[in-house]
Every structure is written in structure tokens, then in C-alpha cells.
């Protein structure tokens, strides 16, 4: 098979395309985090609890689409660095409200910066009106494929990962 084949056959495979620009990402914003001794994780992390604090594990949780202990871990491993603080919740005895310490804060900014750099040479020679779609879109797909994890793989747990009805429910990180 030619090269230009096989080009053809990925670029026409959605979830190709959906692999490969995950694998980008993670490898741009690596190569940016690593050395403030962050993961790809705790950077995206730090930006959604700095756009929603105070904010539950769960609601944590599902904002990261991840799953609770998987997060649970990440916080402890933040708290313990001194870039989070977690305290009970007023409003419910058994929840916990996490949020950045100022060290936090300090380091939010650069992430920031980061994050915006990134998206900025990603979306180039996009307008606001093809971003806008790419997002809608790809939290259709991500519908789609909840449904049919529901519905195909009986008894598989599914992760707390559900694309927002309406665009721009969750904050918008790199």
C-alpha cells in the first residue's frame, strides 16, 4: 500500500484523527509541563479548578472526565505539593471543596499562558466560527460513543466523561 493510502485511509478515520490529535496534545503540552515537574494531568488539572473553584471531587472528576480515584490521587499529589487545598464543603458533611493555595495561583499563570499559547497555534488558520463546530461536534461524538458503551458493553463501568449538552459548560483547556 502507498504511502498517500494510508494517509487517506487515516485522515478518513474520525477516531484516527481523534487518536492523533490527543497524542499532539499530550505531547506539546509534556514538552511544556515536565519541566515545572507537572503530567499532562495535573496541568489540566490546576486550569479547571482554577476556572471553577470551589469545586467537589466529583464535580472535579467529571469536569477532567476521569474517574474519582483516578482524580482523588492527582489532588492528594497537589495538596501534598502545596499547589491545593481541600476543605470540607458547608453546604454537605461528607463532600470536600478543593481549591488552589496562592502557590497555586503563582503557578495557574504560567499554565495559563501555556494553555493559551497552545490553543492559539492549534486553532490557527481557524475562525471562531470553525472552532466553535469542531467543539460541538466532537461532543456529539463523545454522545455517541457513551450510548453505545451503555448499550454494547453491559456491566463495563463507564467513566464520568459525558460531553456537555451545550457548548462551553466546561472550561476550555488545551
Known amino acids: 500500500m502507498s504511502n498517500s493510502s494510508e494517509t487517506?485511509?487515516?485522515?478518513?478515520?474520525?477516531?484516527?484523527?481523534?487518536?492523533?490529535?490527543?497524542r499532539s496534545i499530550r505531547q506539546l503540552v509534556a514538552g511544556k509541563v515536565v519541566p515545572?515537574?507537572?503530567?499532562?494531568?495535573?496541568?489540566?488539572?490546576?486550569l479547571v479548578i482554577a476556572k471553577a473553584a470551589p469545586l467537589s471531587l466529583g464535580e472535579l472528576a467529571r469536569a477532567m472526565w476521569m474517574d474519582n480515584p483516578t482524580v482523588s490521587r492527582m489532588v492528594q499529589q497537589m495538596t501534598q505539593r502545596g499547589y491545593l487545598t481541600v476543605g470540607p464543603d458547608p453546604n454537605h458533611g461528607r463532600r470536600i471543596r478543593i481549591r488552589l493555595t496562592p502557590e497555586g495561583v503563582a503557578l495557574n499563570e504560567n499554565l495559563v499562558e501555556i494553555s493559551e499559547g497552545l490553543r492559539g497555534q492549534a486553532?490557527?488558520?481557524?475562525?471562531d466560527e470553525e472552532t466553535a463546530t469542531l467543539r460541538d461536534l466532537l461532543c456529539k461524538y463523545i454522545r455517541n460513543l457513551d450510548v453505545m458503551?451503555?448499550?454494547?458493553?453491559?456491566?463495563?463501568?463507564?467513566?464520568?466523561h459525558h460531553a456537555p449538552e451545550a457548548p462551553g459548560k466546561l472550561p476550555s483547556v488545551s
Do not use: C, Q, Y
Request: hydrophobic letters at 50%; a neutral charge; zero cysteines.
Open 36 to 46: 515545572l515537574d507537572l503530567t499532562p494531568h495535573h496541568f489540566w488539572m490546576l
Open 8 to 22: 487517506g485511509l487515516a485522515v478518513s478515520n474520525i477516531g484516527m484523527l481523534i487518536v492523533s490529535a490527543r
Open 149 to 160: 458503551v451503555a448499550n454494547d458493553l453491559p456491566g463495563v463501568p463507564i467513566r464520568p
Open 123 to 127: 486553532e490557527k488558520n481557524m475562525t
